[in-house]
């Protein structure tokens, strides 16, 4: 039964799709992305976006964009961000400063583990 | 007591949202990726929600309910390999199919993936000048890994931590290898790993260095990480947490295991 269901199913993956619209192939996962913040500096608004990406080993990103990003269906943005970083493993983030001059972010850690990252923690701060 | 009466709160409420097993989660997913069929999408989805809840809340699963969590690890091998993520297929079919092997045992996978990735490369060109260096300098050199604290002091190795993490994969810190986002094939394999060197001197003067990856396959419990896997199907998405994928090892579904890539080449002092 469970060997005619595989055959069912392979026959199914391998014929030809009645979707007339052709989209783009996404990878086997895709990237969960959100803004989780913004600030306006001299008249340009800045957006913050973690972007979680991987399969087993996930990797998390802080990017950043000099105006307001729209992600596809496959996370991908409609234009490039103006930085972008891998944040460390092994590191708890203290805080993300927005470098508008440089048109980057310094994001300073703590010396701890990492742990359950909430999205909302992330905002975006200027040095004093 | 409190956190065993919030488990048995937890699991009230997920009885309460019981969802349907389906049969052949291959099935649905087919029918979802070729014919856009979004009643498979919301099906599939309704009892990975379910298992979830049941899962944080710590229930015992159904010998219906794990075999669909077992299928449905092995439809993910069918899409890997029918999008050619052969060796992230190999991996999510090993995890409810293999035996859990330990360190001394690994799977093998295919070396491709990992040698021929920007940050490998650039990573085997700093080691060779290190282990060259040790060697002139008679000082240990046969068995080096990528986040030793001398190789990444040296000059020629700072530069593997300034490499684009989006289209080269870069050094993290701690010297563990970062693969390139973009580089999808082995980004899915294998997100973070350590590069060792095993070094011996063959006659003439050549180095013969056995390149080896050492990984774990597993994945981040609830309590760790809010972690989700986001699975394109038609044009919708599947939404897995990490913690349900954790949680099937518990309940004997899967097992974590350690896989190996290896491979050797001979070469002169640079």
Redesign the interface.
Known sequence: M?IL??L???V??L?????SVE?E????????VSIVDSMEIKSITYYLVYR????????E?LELYDAEPIFD???NSNKDPIF???L???HQVKHVYLNAKERTLDIEYMDVQP????TSNFKLELKK | MASIENLKKKAQSCLAKKSDIP??P??N???V????VTSDLRFLQDAIDYLTCKAKAKMDFSADEKEFLKELYEA?W???M??G?KE??Q??NH?VNGDGNDKSNPLRIDAEVYKTSKIVIATMTALRKFISENHKNKKYFYEIRCDNVNFRSKTYAKPLMKMN??TEG?M???G?L??A?EN?RL??????FYLQAISVIVPGKWFKTTWRVD?L????PF??????????L??G?LVLS?GL?EYITKIGVAKAFWYRAEWTEQWVSP
């Open positions: 469970k269901l595989v069912i199913s392979m199914g993956l014929s030809c799709s009645n979707e989209r192939q996404c990878p086997i996962t895709i990237d969960s979680i990406s991987g399969w087993s080993d996930k990797t990103i269906h496959c996370a972008g970083d891998s460390s493993l092994s742990s359950n990252s909430i | 049969m052949s291959l099935y997913m087919a029918n990726a070729k014919r856009n993910f069918w899409g890997g029918y999008k993520y992230a297929a991996l999510a995890y993490f989006r870069k993290k810190l701690s563990v970062e693969a986002q999808h980004h899915k394999t294998d997100g973070h990984s396959y597993d994945f981040e309590e760790k990480h809010d972690y989700y896997t986001h699975i394109p038609g044009t998405m990490d994928s």
